[in-house]
């Protein structure tokens, strides 16, 4: 019996090392689509809300993961002014080109009248910051299909545009969006926006409102000062209370829908709850429920109730750094460590250790092979950490510095627990060209996305081999980042107060894109030597 465990574990491993390279990811699915609310969408994104008073230094925090098949490429629109009678075109299709100027596939769904004046912001896939510091970030909530109206013009990612155009404040962006799709029409599936300047944020969740109403059903709740809020893929928000609008904000056919569809009888004394009558039977999963733990496991959650709190005061105050941390999580240690199982003898002993091809970020097909060969070996749980990130972004919103410095993108290209994170300011006026190309349509040297996927790609076909070398590399950024940030401000500000401009050598932003560019630079090179440096290691085989 021994004997026969023993040849099934070597199996095991020889198999996971010659099947490597055709389980570098899982592919991901469309998010939202066809998935109901009260379904976690196996590939969807994450995105965490840190109130003022909930941080170690008073800074407002927002974030996103855009996990799956959407654009990578990257810029920063400029600030423009438009002429009297222009017209902003709305489009359909643009999550998935390759570069700024590719159009292929993508369709024009309108056009609205322009304002005298759009603002600059950094253009991700999922518009995330503008200029003035008001930041968002997204994730896909599905919810019910008879609530879906492709008549509507707008998608998601469409209204986040116009919303940094022409906004500067989380309250003037939610009050846009409720404006533009009750005259436009909403034609995305259920989404979420986490909503974001330097003193508050709100988790915002909209839905079609159906076939026969081309408007949209929606609620944006204030996530508390002092508390920590999460969507990640189900919806959320539980009562509404109307009669205070500086926390609670809502179409105005947020009752009548539900009621005119069947889903809320108000006759019948039940309290109305938003996620239960546009989602499904559960309003959050084990994403939700494993950040709360995390950060206030004094409350002691548990992952089978109906509910969870819909926001949390954390046990301590939390930094970004806690947060970047979260974005690496796989869960590893706990109970849902999915790799907690899967050992084999270490050679010439009879200690049992993980393969050095084992890693938390395994495919469907990787784990369907294991659990074929040992059933029940694996039990899946969607981490927040995945190969099938496009990019992510913890943003950071600072209400005592100007927003060129005050508001920075932590930005990392694929999986966030590989992956440097670069600092991006408000103020930086352009970014590398390698960020404006995409990596989902083929392999391209000149992709800045490429660079660091092909490496990560690499170091977890030997993740033993590699998780220090690869986490090192990861926290030296970071602490790079962190030690430099109070010169970067102090400079800034010494730029703005100087009372010699002219002989300053540089302005602000010209200074801080240097520095973004830099550091984007030196993060790029690094991973080229690592990517070298693994086909070296690895050169006669895995």
């Known amino acids: 019996m021994i004997l026969r465990k023993t040849r099934l574990n070597c199996l095991l491993a020889g198999l996971l090392l010659a099947l490597s390279w055709l389980w570098l990811s899982a592919p991901a699915t469309q998010a939202g689509a066809g998935t109901s609310a009260g379904q976690e969408d196996g590939w969807g994104c994450t995105s965490i809300m840190v109130g003022r008073l909930a941080t170690t230094d008073g800074s407002v925090i927002t974030c996103h993961t855009c996990d799956g098949n959407y654009r990578q490429w990257v810029n920063i629109v400029p600030r423009r002014q438009n002429k009297p009678g222009a017209m902003n075109k709305v489009y359909e299709g643009r999550m998935h080109t390759e570069t700024p100027q590719d159009m292929k596939g993508v369709i024009l769904k309108g056009e609205i009248p322009e304002v005298a004046e759009t603002f600059a912001f950094l253009n991700t896939a999922y518009p995330a910051m503008n200029e003035f510091g008001l930041a968002i970030g997204e994730t896909t909530i599905g919810g019910k299909q008879e609530l879906y109206n492709p008549e509507g013009m707008f998608?998601?990612?469409?209204?986040?545009?116009?919303?940094?155009?022409?906004?500067?404040?989380?309250?003037?962006?939610?009050?846009?969006?409720?404006?533009?799709?009750k005259q436009y029409g909403y034609g995305d599936y259920g989404e979420c926006l986490t909503i974001a300047d330097s003193r508050e944020v709100w988790h915002f969740e909209i839905f079609g409102a159906g076939p026969l109403e081309k408007g949209a059903v929606w609620a944006a709740v204030r996530i508390p000062d002092d508390q920590v809020g999460i969507s990640a893929n189900i919806p959320r928000i539980s009562q509404l209370n109307l009669k205070d609008p500086n926390n609670y904000l809502a179409s105005d056919n947020v009752f009548r829908v539900a009621e005119e569809m069947g889903w809320w009888d108000p006759k019948k004394g039940e309290p109305f709850k938003f996620w239960k009558a546009y989602g499904g039977p559960k309003a959050f999963a084990i994403r939700e429920y494993y950040v709360f733990s995390r950060l206030a496991p004094s409350l002691k959650l548990d992952l089978n109730s109906e509910e969870l709190p819909f926001s949390i005061k954390p046990d301590r105050k939390v930094s970004v750094a806690d947060i970047l941390r979260l974005y690496r999580e796989t869960y590893e240690g706990t109970e849902y460590d999915m790799s907690r199982n899967l050992a084999v003898k270490r050679r010439n002993s009879d200690e049992m250790v993980k393969s050095p091809v084992v890693s938390n970020w395994m495919s469907r097909d990787w784990i369907n092979l294991i659990n074929t060969l040992k059933p029940g070996t694996i039990i899946p749980q969607r981490t927040i950490a995945i190969n099938a990130c496009a990019y992510a972004t913890v943003i950071q919103l600072k209400s005592w510095l100007p927003p060129d410095v005050g508001a920075v993108c932590w930005f990392a290209f694929d999986n966030p627990a590989l992956s440097a994170r670069i600092p991006i300011f408000a103020g930086v006026t352009e970014l590398p060209p390698a960020f404006e190309v995409c990596a989902q349509h083929r392999y391209r040297e000149d992709s800045a996305a490429w660079i660091f996927r092909r490496t990560n790609r690499l170091a977890i076909l030997r993740w033993g081999d590699n998780r220090q070398l690869m986490e090192d590399t990861v926290r030296a950024f970071e602490e790079r980042a962190m030690a430099e940030l109070p010169l970067v401000e102090k400079k800034v500000l010494e730029i703005m107060n100087s009372k010699t401009p002219e002989k300053e050598p540089m302005t602000v932003k010209a200074y801080l894109t240097q520095y973004t560019g830099d550091f984007a630079r030196a993060a790029i090179q690094k991973y080229r030597e690592l990517y070298e440096l693994f086909w070296t290691r690895y050169a006669r085989g895995f």
């Not at 116009?162 to 939610?174: F, V």
């Open 155 to 181: 998608m998601i990612e469409e209204l986040e545009r116009l919303m940094l155009e022409r906004c500067k404040t989380a309250r003037e962006a939610i009050k846009l969006a409720g404006e533009l799709v």
